[in-house]
Nanobody, 129 residues
């Protein structure tokens, strides 16, 4: 069982930056499982579907990004404790959404929402123009 908690969301002006964190909480086994799982970030804007943002492979060797965030967002992970990060630069109002981290322990890496088994509660990001 993996328990995930996001943090780092907030209000920022267009062009600004934020770093989101996703920590594995609960039992030590939860953190170890997260550290060894494929993980990803998704986002959901009001009235829209949840979309893929970024993913990192279980061994941290590979990263995938959604087209709209390539070159601006960077996904990374502290393998020692399983904490996942999303560095977001040059933010625009279109990036406004609730951001969710997720773990996909059954896959090496995944961009598919349905392949993720564990989800955090989300953190809100609002970008003003």
């Amino acid at each position: 069982q993996i328990q995930l908690v996001e943090s780092g969301g907030g209000f920022v002006q267009a062009g600004g930056s934020l770093r989101l964190s996703c920590a594995a909480s609960g039992r030590a086994a939860s953190a170890r499982s997260a550290a060894n799982s494929a993980m990803g970030w998704f986002r959901q804007a009001p009235g829209k579907e949840r979309d893929f943002v970024a993913a990192i492979s279980w061994d941290n060797d590979n990263q995938y990004y959604g087209d709209s965030v390539k070159g601006r967002f960077t996904i990374s992970r502290d393998s020692a404790n399983g904490t996942l990060y999303l560095r977001m630069n040059n933010l625009t109002p279109d990036d406004t959404a609730d951001y969710y981290c997720a773990a996909a322990p059954r896959f090496a890496i995944s961009t598919e929402l349905h392949q993720y088994d564990y989800w955090g509660q989300g953190t809100q990001v609002t970008v003003s123009s």
